[in-house]
C-alpha cells in the first residue's frame, strides 16, 4: 500500500507568493487525512480536486489560524453543499473544539445552528501515550512557537511509511526526536538567517541536516525574504499543489 501526500497550502500566515496556508493531504487505500487546515484550505482542497466531505481525519498542529481557520469553512461546506454524513474527527491541542467554534460562530453567526449533520469526534494530542487511528499511528513531540505551551510537531506511521512535520517552531532537539527514522521530515523554514524568533530558518537546517535522521527533508511555509532566494537554496522547498509519492 502507498502513501500518497499533496501539497494543498505551503505557505506561511502571510500569503507570501501567493501560497495558501498550511495544510497537507495524506491518503492511503484505507484513509484521508489533513495536517493542519489554514484559513485557505477549502479552495486549496478544491484546487487539488480533493473532495473535502471525504476526508476521515484532521491533525492540527496548534491554534493559529494558519493552521487550523479552515475547519470552520469545512464544516460550512459539509452542512450546505455535500451534506456530509460521515464522520469527521479532529485531532489537536486543547482548546481546539472551542476555538473552532468560535471561529465559526464570529464569521457566520447561526449558521451552523443545533450543528452539523455528521458525528465529529474530537481528540486531545498525546504527547506521552500518541493515538491510533485503525492502521494510523499519531504521535506527537511539543515545539517552540510564540507563548503557547500546546504546540506541536506531529508524526504519522501509516501504512509501512513515516510522515513527520515540524508544524511552526524554532529550532529545539525534540525535531531530532520528531524525525528520527522518518520517509519524509516536512519543515517550516520561515527566513534566511535566524533572524526571526519562533520559526525556524534555512541557515539553521542546512547545519542540521546531517543530525536529521531523515530520509527526506522537505521545507515549507517559506516567508517573503526567503521565497525570493529559492534559486540559491540547496535543500528541497514545497510549493501548492506538490505530490509526492511515498
Ligand atoms: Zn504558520
Known amino acids: 500500500m502507498s502513501v500518497q501526500l499533496r501539497c494543498v497550502g ?5 500569503g507570501s507568493g501567493g501560497r495558501l496556508h498550511s495544510c497537507y493531504h495524506l ?30 481525519l484532521i491533525v492540527v498542529s496548534h491554534l493559529h ?40 460562530e464570529s464569521l457566520y453567526p447561526g449558521a451552523i445552528g443545533k450543528g452539523v449533520d455528521f458525528p465529529v469526534h474530537y481528540r486531545q494530542l498525546e504527547p506521552e501515550t500518541g493515538l491510533q487511528f485503525g492502521d494510523l499511528k499519531l504521535t506527537c513531540r511539543p515545539v517552540v512557537h510564540g507563548s503557547s505551551p ?29 524525525a528520527a ?24 537546517l542546512l547545519k542540521k541536516r546531517q543530525l536529521l535522521d531523515c530520509r527526506r527533508l522537505v521545507l515549507t511555509h517559506l516567508g517573503e525574504a526567503l521565497l525570493e532566494r529559492l534559486e540559491e537554496l540547496e535543500l528541497e522547498v514545497l510549493k501548492d499543489g506538490d505530490l509526492l509519492r511515498l
Do not use: N
Open 10 to 14: 505551503t505557505g506561511d500566515a502571510f
Open 27 to 56: 491518503q492511503t487505500d484505507k484513509m484521508q487525512l489533513l495536517l493542519d487546515c489554514g484559513c485557505s484550505s477549502i479552495a486549496g482542497l478544491h484546487g487539488c480536486g480533493i473532495k473535502p466531505d471525504e476526508i476521515d
Open 65 to 104: 489560524g494558519d493552521h487550523f481557520g479552515g475547519i470552520p469553512f469545512l464544516f460550512l461546506e459539509a452542512k450546505y453543499v455535500s451534506r456530509r454524513s460521515r464522520p469527521l474527527t479532529l485531532v489537536g491541542p486543547p482548546g481546539l473544539q472551542q476555538q473552532i467554534e468560535a471561529t465559526l
Open 150 to 178: 500546546h504546540v506541536f510537531g506531529l508524526r504519522v506511521e501509516i501504512a509501512e511509511r513515516v510522515i513527520s512535520y515540524s508544524g511552526d517552531t524554532e529550532w529545539t532537539d525534540e525535531l531530532l526526536e520528531l
Open 181 to 204: 527514522g522518518s520517509d519524509l521530515f516536512i519543515a517550516e523554514c520561515f527566513s534566511y538567517g535566524p533572524e526571526t524568533p519562533s520559526h525556524l530558518d534555512y541557515q539553521t
